[in-house]
DNA sequence: TGGCAGATTTTTATCGATACAACCGAGTCT
DNA sequence: AGACTCGGTTGTATCGATAAAAATCTGCCA
């Protein structure tokens, strides 16, 4: 593999003079820059990137950890994320955590590593007592969820605020038992726990009781965990005529048990998810949901850690950006 | 930031011998190891990953490019791809190519930039014309779509034989004019052409005419394209009582389109799709579809492109895997 | 023609970690 | 006792690119 000095070398210049032409710094005579860019060509030559990145201090890439790329929302948020930091010069690699707080933590020491210039993380097992760890020198932008007070950037859902809306939408095509299929609820500011605070508010703004029945929680936000524990619930006689599912993808758990029962959507029960995923205008019934307009949460939260990465430092204040959403009504919700 | 000659300044010994501690190597004192770790510990030191990896020449990082990660077929590939590499001390870095050859050809040119050690390339856009593109000297493996005679390993799908099954199995359920929906069949060897002559030689074994007419060719394998194109065709008058679909993506364009047809699936038409992702068993009607074995496909790829990594340089005979399928029959080719 | 500003190019020093070979000291063998 | 092992440790050179400073060149003007 040629080498800048190989390439010096042929063009009869010195390293320098290479390097400039590749980066495209001004000052390089026409004449010049040919015979390199020609001896470039001639041998191949390829910066190696490593080097490079040893001397200018930056990795030009940076992480995004999720918890598992395999599902639809962490799909859509990579797309957009990766665009947003390609827009920025930057390139993106992804770890998965599989929503465990110990990789997480893994994810927040590889960025310290040096491996990447920054890290956008999508929390899912880390709880605010670990917000300790996140006092870092490193750009580290939090994607998703909102710890309240922690000492680094935030990008987040308008978590309560859409549930609200969500579940408010429910209330005004009639529905009177509202369910709510969400995650375990133990207290921790979660993306689960939020958006069960919202759907409380619009039952109590709607004047309906909160029954605790009414409260589906699974182990975890998957199709197969949102279907077992909605049959095992109904099996036990639970009776509802709407259900709030704080994701899209437990929604699509959720429609295949209510059909598995019989149950027609939205005539008997009316549904509505959270994420507007690709996929929830194809189902059949199509879903509602909430559609919080990812391109704009991922091109922030790049902004936001670029801007960190470049006046590396305590940098400017911690920015808490909530993005904004609005309510996509489908077949699931009825006509 | 603490380099390691720092960390050695502090524990009283020299740089080497920080490394061979960090490193694992043997041959270092207990208690030399112990003085090494508490300075590392007490300065917070971290690798520089760039510095290491430019002496040793490997970055550890390779480079999966698909063409958008935000579809469930390559976000799957992805997650298994991930944990693949992750059980070889293997990072992964995602470039979406957008199905378009002039990035995939970028994504091979990258990886010559020496960025990655490796490259899995899920192809769509470029053509066997391209294959000379291939002859680099660097790792790679083409995941997902055979191209004949190429000079770098394959981990193909099992294209023809699978779609033949699947085809074959529309027509054991009585169907009788079996449609399929593709992307452009333009005489490359890409996916489309590939499934769709698996779908022709089912017709023939089992002695059905092949209609051009049943031929639905779309823009992109994407639900919307498939649904969009599906309803134009219906609406031109065609018929048929089976759909062939050359993914699971399409087949939930297909689905849909049907649903707002006013199409029973599967009295009134039998729908089978292709790569099985997770969402088509929670599909109402549930989705019938080939199951590649996404982890053994990934792990192979993986494996091949580690063995390339180690032995740099020609090393071992071009290698074609094709992987196992099997059927999945559930909802929507009927009971 | 000498001198100078500005454009080009080269020299030098580093970024931080690690391969390699040399070195050191305490047993061990004869 | 002296040569010899061998585990443990260190000095030196190097991976390839680039920032910063120094050197050289160019054209232009007095």
């Known amino acids: 593999m040629a080498t800048i000095q190989d390439v010096a070398k042929a063009a009869g210049v010195s390293a320098m003079t290479v390097s400039n032409v590749i980066n495209g710094h001004p000052n390089v005579r026409p004449a010049t820059r040919e015979r390199v ?7 191949g030559y390829r910066v190696n990137v490593a080097a490079r990145n040893l001397r200018r201090g930056r990795t030009g890439t940076l992480c995004l950890a999720v918890p598992e790329i395999n599902r639809p929302y962490y799909g859509r948020l990579a797309a957009s994320i990766i665009a947003a930091a390609a827009r920025h010069g930057l390139r993106v690699s992804i770890e998965q955590t599989g929503a465990r707080r ?3 933590l893994a994810a927040l020491s590889l960025s310290r590593n040096r491996l990447y210039d920054g890290l956008i993380l999508s929390t899912a097992g880390m709880g605010p007592a670990d917000v300790e760890a996140l006092d870092v020198d490193h750009p580290v932008v939090i994607l998703g969820e909102r710890i309240f007070g922690g000492p680094v950037d935030h990008v987040a859902m308008p978590n309560e605020a859409a549930s609200e809306a969500a579940t408010r939408h429910l209330v005004e095509r009639g529905c009177r038992r509202i369910a709510i299929v969400c995650g375990p609820l133990g207290g921790e500011v979660d993306v689960s726990s939020l958006r069960h605070a919202g759907y409380l508010r619009a039952l ?9 029945e009414l ?3 699974t ?6 965990e949102a279907a077992r524990r909605v049959r095992e619930r109904m099996a036990e006689g639970l009776a509802f005529d709407g259900v709030f599912c704080v994701t899209d993808t437990v929604a699509m758990g959720v429609l295949r ?3 598995d029962a019989g149950v027609r959507v939205p005539e008997q029960v009316r549904v509505i998810g959270f994420d507007n995923v690709d996929e929830s205008a194809y189902l059949v019934p199509s879903l509602s949901s909430v559609d919080p307009d990812h391109d704009l949460m991922a091109e922030r939260a790049v902004t936001l850690l670029a801007a960190r990465i470049d006046r590396s430092g305590p940098g400017p204040e911690r920015e808490e950006f909530t993005g904004p959403f609005r309510l996509v ?3 699931s919700t009825g006509g």
Chains 1, 2 share one sequence.
Not at 37 to 43: I, M, S, T, W
Not at 204 to 212: F, H
Not at 219 to 224: A, G
């Open 204 to 212: 109590a703004a709607a004047g309906l009781p909160a029954d605790p």
């Open 219 to 224: 182990r975890s936000l998957t199709m197969q």
């Open 257 to 259: 048990a209510l059909a």
């Open 102 to 104: 110990e990789n997480e």
């Open 215 to 217: 409260v589906v929680t």
């Open 37 to 43: 860019l020609e001896a470039v060509d001639r041998l």
């Open 329 to 331: 009504v489908r077949e």
